[in-house]
């Protein structure tokens, strides 16, 4: 026959006092909520160092204290935000994409619980569940409280110290229960989440801890435990190789007991306890068994057996100095049915053999194991659960790492969970520059054909640009015209029938004709006049910028006239003409005629008279999204010098005169093209100063071979360019020591490039990215778009002629277009 008790009767818990739990024994417990590393970015050497952390900080905890490390693993689903007024078309696609996107939601805490002298350890049998004890706790001292606080104190530092968690200890309100929300305690016994997960409905459920049931409301649990050392792996440390992400070349690491983390895809709690006892009192109890062993070791196997344990465990403790402890591991898992959880039982039993454990499923003293884990109650573990190890070996088995975290940095874009797909926010230009990463915004990107560079590429565009970014793109093979077209940008591309045309002589409103305006038009002539060998005198400099005053003059009192190399061509052949025979300037110092006679093809009637005299697409220092499309001019003698030219022109402009606005300028594999005309120096200067201009420069390339021949990217690009992004290099996993030399990657980032591509989920599409800032933070994330987002970025021919019969059916809107063409695929899909 069952038999019910009121839940306020049983409960542990006295009271909260000074930002710490009071049990009904006198057993004081601290809380910490614990940010750990994320997942996949750790080093074997961290790893091994976090561990070593973990050492030293229990190690300071005073006698019979218990250690007890939660870990929270909530299945949640992404939560889009579509009240946002400045959503775009794209993004909200992505948004409507990732709504509900499953994923793994991670609080850790740690309990610090200080037993009161003389506390009698607890046992199964004699668990305040089953015989609750109302005695008052000892008189507790002000100053033993203190020195506890004190071994906190260091605790913590400890931990933050080493770099990889921050600790941040929970107060009186998250403890306890306010009028609309459950405290912490209230989340442990009714399975409701963690503190972060915000206001939760304030439900009382039933608990059916008898026999071998263990039910919390609605959900049927299981208790998997670890607390016997024939259930333990032979060997343990403090990471593992995941096989997944491995290779012949490199072994990928993740923290021992990831398995029963984020690994481990539902609901559950990971519990560790670590009990610190006195450790003279522990070794002489030990030393007593073996001699009671050494006393029966005739007469069984066993006993002798037992015996040389003991031995080998005394010895270890004695020679090494290692401080013995008891511990204790256990996995809770729910579902809503009892159905679930006999999968649940094969996700846990895979799990643990992982770690070559044994899967246990608790039955009679999961009760009393659930109940000492409300928090404030470890001391109440039954002890005859635990199993005698060293710190050392019992570290093994925390869980280390989170899953990923996104920036609260208004800048950066949108990519996804390596694990699950879950869409992150990532800053890889500002909060790096804030917190020391980076020196500089520049950005290399690497990655062969078919890798996904374009789509990444596109993606981190568009994000800046809808940030309010002024954007200068170089391309070589129309990757953005789909991009640019969406957002209403500036697309210059040569063709027959529609030659490039740029007008460098017109000065937009609210611009002006100052130095840096005229300086770039004289530079634009002289490379007109002049050969690449032929140097300029400093008389026709000062005629040219006479001649561009003038000019301007001109312009200004004949309003008719419209500033275009045309007007100056004009004025040049009758005005300044007159102008200089006045002053009788010799052709020895400015020959007029011949500077007229070269330039004459960029006149009206000339072969090249559409290049300078451009009427539409006039505003390049007010436009922020402008696409240079170099394909059909690249080894043209005489346009490509031109248009590298004003694209000099255009960026500088930018960067000098849009004061507090970021500025990007990406250029794709037409660098090849630029650095060949002698633009070396200009791509030199880029990298090193556009920084101070609030600006980054980007390079984009494709081959390795084009890395290691070019002295530009090497010297001038690479050494300026503290974010690296890589694609999948699997084809040059054999000769990759190489890019990993030029490039400064360490051996840590050198594993995380191989693994690029190598377990994605087969029912998503997406491509796997590479990024490493300044050499000190280092992941890989998934790109992952929504189908509106992939017809803008495609590269696909057969695609994007699709898209312009869509968007020619709105009568050429390309937004209305995608749109469509998006509703058609998904219902015929």
């Known amino acids: 026959m069952k038999t019910e008790k009121m839940l306020e009767d049983l409960l542990p818990i006295w009271d909260v006092e000074h930002d710490s739990i009071l049990s009904k024994k006198g057993d004081i417990t601290v809380v910490f909520k614990a940010e750990l590393p994320e997942i996949f970015t750790l080093s074997n050497r961290e790893y091994e160092a976090f561990h070593q952390a973990w050492v030293k900080a229990i190690k300071v905890l005073p006698n019979h204290t218990v250690f007890c490390k939660q870990d929270w693993f909530l299945e949640s689903g992404h939560r889009p935000d579509f009240t946002k007024e400045d959503l775009s078309f794209l993004s909200r696609s992505s948004e409507r994409f990732f709504n509900e996107r499953p994923f793994l939601e991670h609080s850790c805490y740690i309990l610090l619980t200080k037993k009161p002298s003389g506390r009698k350890p607890s046992s199964s049998l004699f668990s305040n569940l089953i015989r609750p004890s109302l005695v008052p706790f000892d008189t507790l001292n002000a100053q033993k409280f203190q020195d506890f606080m004190d071994s906190c104190g260091q605790f913590r530092r400890i931990l933050e110290d080493s770099g990889f968690v921050q600790l941040e200890r929970l107060k009186e309100e998250e403890l306890l229960s306010g009028p609309d929300r459950a405290g912490f305690m209230e989340y442990y016994c009714f399975l409701d989440g ?19 049931v263990l039910r919390i409301g609605d959900r049927y649990t299981q208790l998997y435990t670890l607390g016997d050392a024939a259930d333990l792996p032979a060997l343990c440390g403090s990471r593992m190789d995941y096989d997944k992400y491995s290779t012949d070349k490199t072994r990928f690491s993740v923290g021992f007991a990831s398995s029963l983390g984020q690994l481990l895809p539902c609901n559950h709690i990971l519990s560790q306890y670590i009990f610190v006892e006195d450790a003279q009192k522990t070794i002489k109890k030990l030393e007593s068994k073996r001699l009671r062993l050494q006393s029966l070791a005739a007469y069984s196997r066993e006993n002798a057996i037992a015996r040389d344990a003991v031995n080998d465990f005394l010895n270890e403790a004695i020679s090494e100095q290692r401080l013995p402890v008891k511990a204790h591991f256990n996995l809770l898992v729910w579902a809503d049915s009892q159905e679930e959880l006999r999968e649940l039982r094969n996700k846990v039993s895979s799990a643990l053999a992982r770690m070559d454990a044994v899967a246990k499923i608790e039955t009679t003293g ?30 093994c088995f925390l869980n280390l790492e989170t899953g990923y975290r996104s920036s609260l940095s208004p800048v950066g874009l949108r990519l996804g969970d390596r694990l699950t797909g879950k869409p992150v926010h990532v800053d890889i230009s ?6 020391g990463i980076c020196t500089n915004r520049n950005k290399f990107i690497l ?72 300086e770039s038009i004289k530079t634009l002539l002289l490379a007109l006049w002049k050969k690449d060998n032929e140097t300029f005198k400093r008389s026709e400099y000062v005629a040219l910028s006479n001649a561009l005053t003038g000019y301007y003059e001109h312009i200004e009192q004949s309003p008719g006239d419209f500033a275009c190399f045309d007007s100056f061509y004009e004025y040049l052949k009758d005005a300044f003409v007159k102008e200089l025979e006045g002053d009788n300037v010799k052709d020895k110092d400015f020959d007029v005629n011949n500077f007229l006679y070269v330039l004459r093809p960029y006149y009206k009637g000339g072969e090249f008279d559409y290049l300078l005299n451009a009427r539409e697409n006039l505003d390049l220092l007010g436009q922020r999204f402008i696409v240079f499309e170099l394909d059909n001019i690249k080894d043209h003698p005489i346009l490509f010098p031109v248009v590298t030219i004003i694209i000099m022109e255009v960026f500088i402009n930018k960067m000098r005169k849009l004061k507090g ?11 090849k093209a630029i650095a060949r005309e002698g633009m070396a120096e200009y791509i030199r200067y880029l990298f090193k100063t556009v920084r101070k201009f609030f600006g980054e420069a980007v390079v984009v390339t494709q081959e390795v071979e084009d890395i290691i021949s070019s002295p530009i990217v090497k010297q001038a690009i690479i ?13 040059y996993q054999n000769k990759f020591d190489q890019i990993q030399e030029l490039l400064g990657l360490t051996d840590k980032e050198k594993a995380l490039v191989l693994s690029v591509n190598k377990a994605n989920d087969p029912a998503k599409m997406y491509k796997e990215v590479f990024i490493s800032l300044g050499g000190m933070l280092s992941k890989v994330y998934r790109t992952e778009v929504s189908l509106e987002e992939y017809l803008v ?22 937004q209305k277009g995608i749109g469509a063409l998006a509703a058609d695929m998904k219902n015929n899909n």
């Open 194 to 212: 963690g503190v972060t997960k915000g206001t939760k409905s304030h439900l009382i459920k039933d608990m059916e801890l008898g026999g071998d």
């Open 719 to 731: 050494n300026n360019s503290d974010c690296k992004i890589l694609l999948d290099q699997s084809k």
């Open 430 to 435: 500002d909060e790096p520059m804030q917190k």
């Open 661 to 671: 606005i970021r500025k990007m300028i990406l250029i794709e594999e037409a660098w």
């Open 366 to 395: 999961a009760g009393q194991i659930f109940w000492a884990g409300i928090p404030g109650n470890s001391a109440d573990f039954p002890i005859n659960d635990t199993f005698d190890t060293f710190v050392e070996q019992a570290t």
């Open 447 to 518: 990655g062969p054909s078919g890798s996904g560079k374009s789509f990444f590429t596109n993606h981190m565009v568009r994000s800046y640009y809808e940030q309010g970014t002024h954007i200068v793109l170089v391309d070589v093979g129309h990757s953005y015209k789909g991009l640019c077209d969406m957002v209403g940008g500036y697309y210059f591309t040569y063709s027959e029938e529609n030659p490039i045309r740029f007008n460098p002589f017109y000065i937009g409103e609210g611009d002006r004709l100052d130095t840096e305006k005229k």
């Open 793 to 814: 970025y495609t590269t696909e021919q057969r695609e994007k002629v699709k898209v312009m019969e869509y968007a020619e059916k709105f009568g050429g809107n390309i």
